[in-house]
């Protein structure tokens, strides 16, 4: 059984955008920007926290380890792992 022909989105109705020869669809530039914010934050975040916690190496860990997504996400959630696991928790 097919979903009413309202409910199906073809490809020609989803907006798009294009920027210097590149066609990038509306959701994809939505979730961009989510993961943009999010990496920010987080940096943010773990400088605070370093901070917070009197640790000399505040600015490495809040400027580094967004820096680690190049990696992969998985390394990044790693190394927010290992900094929970590292921080003093006075």
């Known amino acids: 059984m097919s979903p009413p022909p309202s409910l199906v989105t073809s490809f020609a ?8 020869g590149v066609t ?3 959701y994809e530039l939505v979730l961009l920007a989510t993961f943009l ?20 190496w505040a600015w490495q860990w809040g ?11 998985d390394v990044l959630l790693l190394v ?10 006075d």
């Open 37 to 56: 914010v999010l990496w920010a934050t987080l940096g943010r975040w773990l400088y605070n926290d370093a901070k917070a916690r009197g640790s000399e």
């Open 63 to 73: 400027f580094g380890t967004p820096l680690t997504v190049i990696a992969g996400i």
């Open 80 to 89: 927010v792992v290992i900094y929970l696991l590292l921080r003093n928790s």
């Open 24 to 26: 990038v669809a509306r």
């Open 13 to 20: 109705q989803i907006p798009m955008y294009q920027f210097s």
